[in-house]
């Protein structure tokens, strides 16, 4: 029901992109992210719905064949296995919301499925 910040687990997901677990349940799960400037997260795409909002910096987007550059203050919405990626255009600090929950939410999280 409680999540406390200085319980949060960080961990360096790939080159240039450090992921915070926020917390969830079934039904939804959530993740802050750190993304160093001109790093990408390929095309992909997964069953839950994603709602992000960008703390600071900005993001290129493309969600299916759409394409914007949203910044601090701007949020999205994914629905459901549309492929979508992100690059980050500086140092960009964002929360996502996924929903049902993403099993391989946090990343690093043993037994997840791809």
Known sequence: MFFKREDAESRKVSEG???TYLGGN?????MHWIFDDNTALTRHSHAAVQFG???RGSFKMIVGDAEMVLKAGDSYTIPP??????VSVGETEAIDVFT???????PWKKGAES
Not at 26 to 30: G, I, K
Request: cysteine-free.
């Open 26 to 30: 079934e039904a939804v799960n959530a």
């Open 53 to 55: 909002y960008i703390i």
């Open 100 to 106: 049902p929950a993403r099993k391989e939410i946090p």
């Open 81 to 86: 296995n549309v492929p979508h990626e992100f």
């Open 17 to 19: 992109v450090l992921g």
